[in-house]
């Protein structure tokens, strides 16, 4: 597979899924890289107005692909200022990224966003507790709270636009069976968000369980996160002490590339199936070499523009389901 840069049609897919698809869950493949169509007229009249005539939105993102999320609330906020007319406005006053791992400065930056007078707050949190408190007392002064990426617990936010986990690791299993083959399966747990949140590895370790008891996991040891270098030589060892290893499951972009280069170092590659998740250029790279065998991609533009569509329309009273799943596409070589 090898990722091209044609031009997207992003925004006008996503706008189909908010018309036709049922609100609670949307489905759809397809790779995001350019900046997206514009879509149509607006959608339908508003069911009131805005709660103010200058909409100040604040982006607090917390890793990751930040850019891809902020270019889909930026093109989000550029298609509903167009259908407004000039009568209200929407402006993204605030974007401000912690340090990986830094909980102290999100919470700041939540606060410092109601303080200054925030009427919506993005929020892809590092930690799914520890800014529960935090939202609660944004959406105490009147701020909507949207999650993006990564869920707070329940009552934490207004609702959450994301990924299905769940369903996301499913996926990842069910793919890795069509190249491994009947041998055990090692699981490289990535260095995720902490543990409050329903990581990628648990729910791999679920399906697993729950749809294929008779699969030997092979988890890494020690347990618990493991970095790139550590990734390689995890799977250098597992190659060599597992002459049936079927495949190995890396759970983001820094343990994959570090399983399949330990795996293309040990002479494993094209027998030891290597599957995870997070497109890199190095992960991308493997991929068309064929040392990966697949990558979950998640769509951080395509969440950032649904969270901002769907703040729009919480704002004028509209009904929004609590979560919102949006478009994942894994694809093979």
């Known amino acids: 597979m090898v990722f091209g840069k044609g031009r997207s049609r992003d925004i006008f897919f996503c706008m189909v899924l908010l018309m036709v698809l049922s609100p609670g869950m ?26 103010s005539s200058v909409v100040r939105v604040a982006l607090v993102p917390g890793g990751g692909d ?13 298609d509903q200022n167009r259908t407004l007319a000039g009568r209200e406005r929407l402006v993204l006053f605030q974007k401000d990224s912690p340090p990986p791992g830094a909980l102290d400065l999100q919470i700041n930056l939540v606060e410092r966003a109601v303080a200054g007078g925030a009427h919506v707050i993005l929020l892809d949190a590092l930690d799914s507790r ?17 999650t993006l990426m990564h869920p707070l617990e329940e ?9 299905d986990t769940a369903a996301a690791s499913g996926s ?3 793919h ?4 491994g083959g009947a041998g055990p399966v090692a699981l490289l747990p990535g260095e995720e968000r902490p543990r409050s949140f329903p990581g990628r590895a648990r729910q791999v370790l679920r399906y697993l369980d729950e749809n294929y008891p008779e699969v030997r996991i ?21 190659v060599a002490a597992v002459p049936d290893l079927a495949a190995i499951v890396a759970t983001d972009g820094a343990s994959l590339e570090g399983a399949a280069r330990g795996v293309l170092e040990a002479g494993g590659a094209g027998r030891v199936a290597v599957i995870g998740f997070d497109k890199t250029p190095e992960t991308v790279a493997f991929l068309e070499e064929g040392v990966i065998r697949g990558i979950l991609v ?30 994942y596409r894994l694809v093979g070589p």
């Not at 759809?28 to 508003?46: D, S």
């Not at 999320?69 to 930026?74: A, F, I, S, T, Y």
């Open 218 to 238: 092979l988890k890494a040891s020690p347990p618990g996160p493991i970095s790139r270098e550590a990734a390689a030589v995890a799977a250098r060892g597992l």
């Open 298 to 327: 998640e769509d951080p533009l395509a969440i950032g523009y649904v969270a901002m569509v769907r703040a729009v329309a919480a704002l004028r009273g509209e009904d929004v389901p609590k979560e919102i799943f949006v478009p």
């Open 176 to 179: 890795l069976f069509l190249y």
């Open 26 to 51: 949307l489905w759809g493949t397809g790779l995001r890289e350019e900046p997206p169509e514009r879509p149509g007229p607006p959608l339908q009249e508003p069911l009131r107005a805005l709660p």
């Open 130 to 146: 520890g800014l529960v408190a935090a939202a609660e007392r944004a959406r105490a002064a009147g701020v909507l709270v949207v």
């Open 66 to 78: 930040e850019a891809s999320l902020e270019k889909g609330v930026r093109q989000a906020l550029e």
């Open 155 to 163: 009552g934490g936010a207004d609702f959450h636009v994301g990924t």
């Open 172 to 174: 990842v299993v069910e």
